[in-house]
């Protein structure tokens, strides 16, 4: 059952990018590393809402993204996300070793429905990939870990869907909540909140002088 719903998943998936490889084919660059343009999505396999995440390469290697929001793992334990996607990504059209990646996401831990969650962050390297290039999938991992690989059909062994990355494996990173970021994003929310506060409480002042008006009159 498990495998056919990842099975399911994967299916989606290849039918999105469909869509996708209309839409954008290949750019050559300034320096001639042509590059391949894909949807992004994800996997989520952690307790935990991701609102969203993005990707941005090292080094100039062209790599760059943004997710879409994923729900938590069913309680079966079964990932969430495969489903939708977002356009476009970029990243080389030949894998090249050393394509190193910074992924940034927002995960809720308080599962009060209220908490806008932390940001987190981690520094991963992209697996080998091959001819048959698609998606860029990030895969969420409990203990703040992510996995981020471009989707061949499992040309190499590293870029399977169907079955969840194991421990061990070398592509797998470990993030760590981004402070900065999230006290920057805490601080515009707050001035979102306030202004807000400040709206609706001018709004019913102006309530009360219009009802006080017609009172006189």
């Known amino acids: 059952m498990k495998t056919q ?36 999505s994800g996997l989520n396999y952690t307790p935990y809402y991701i609102h969203t995440f993005n990707v941005k390469g090292h080094d100039d290697n062209g790599i760059s993204g943004g997710g879409p929001n994923i729900m938590p ?7 969430s996300g495969g489903g939708a996607e977002k356009c ?6 030949r894998w090249r ?3 190193k990646v910074t992924v940034r996401w927002i995960a809720n831990k308080k599962l009060d429905g209220i908490a806008w969650g932390a940001w987190y962050k981690a520094e991963a390297e992209v697996p ?17 870990r992510v996995k981020l690989m471009v989707q061949d059909g499992n040309a190499n062994g ?5 079955v969840k990355p194991t421990d061990d494996d070398p592509y797998v990173a470990t993030g760590t909540v981004d402070e900065e970021l999230t006290r920057q994003d805490e ?20 309530a009360e002088l219009n009802k006080q008006k017609e009172t006189t009159r």
């Open 5 to 40: 719903l990842i099975r399911a998943l994967l299916l989606i998936s290849l039918a999105l990018l469909a869509g996708c490889d209309d839409r954008a084919a290949m750019a050559a660059r300034d320096d001639g590393d042509p590059m391949q343009y894909g949807g992004v």
């Open 73 to 79: 793992a069913t309680p079966d334990n079964m990932p």
């Open 88 to 93: 476009c990504a970029a990243f080389p059209k």
């Open 97 to 99: 070793p050393g394509l």
């Open 128 to 144: 080998e990939y091959g001819p048959r290039a698609g998606a860029l999938f990030a895969i969420f991992l409990s203990g703040d």
């Open 158 to 162: 590293h870029n399977s869907l169907q």
């Open 187 to 206: 601080e515009r929310r707050e001035k979102q909140r306030q202004m807000k506060v400040a709206r609706e409480a001018g709004l019913a002042r102006e």
